[in-house]
């Protein structure tokens, strides 16, 4: 399985940004889990949000409930994350990551066996 994120970028507080993680190599059974986390300079990486493939249920971090939303393209193997109202505070390198089965700890960054590179999000105050 190989993910492929894109769509960071520098931005000004309160602009939108969408990402981007296209999966490949697993195209004959849908995944469990695709989520994003973040990793903030000298932080640790923490969980943004998730999309449980089988039913379309969508998790987000209480950090950014109502600002950012991840959905999935119906067509192929692509979860976005829309990222509405940008704070400096979102400023972090975003990783997607992805797991076969749904686990209900879809938070702990451990559960995820495949991770894209990481594309990078500023947000200038």
């Known amino acids: 399985v190989q993910l492929q994120a894109s769509g960071g970028g520098l931005v000004q507080a309160g602009d939108s940004l969408r990402l981007s993680c296209a999966a490949s190599?697993?195209?004959?059974?849908?995944?469990?889990?695709m989520a994003w986390f973040r990793q903030a300079p000298g932080k640790e990486r923490v969980f943004v949000a998730a999309y449980r493939w089988g039913t379309r249920a969508t998790y987000h971090a209480d950090s950014v409930k109502g600002r950012f939303s991840i959905s999935r393209d119906n067509a192929d193997h692509t979860v976005y994350l829309q990222m509405n109202k940008l704070k400096p505070e979102d400023t972090a390198v975003y990783y997607c990551?992805?797991?076969?089965?749904?686990?209900?700890?879809?938070?702990?960054?451990?559960?995820?066996?495949?991770w894209g590179q990481g594309t990078e999000v500023t947000v200038s105050s």
């Open positions: 990551a992805a797991r076969i089965h749904f686990v209900t700890s879809y938070y702990a960054s451990e559960q995820y066996a495949y």
């Open positions: 190599g697993r195209t004959s059974v849908d995944y469990g889990l």
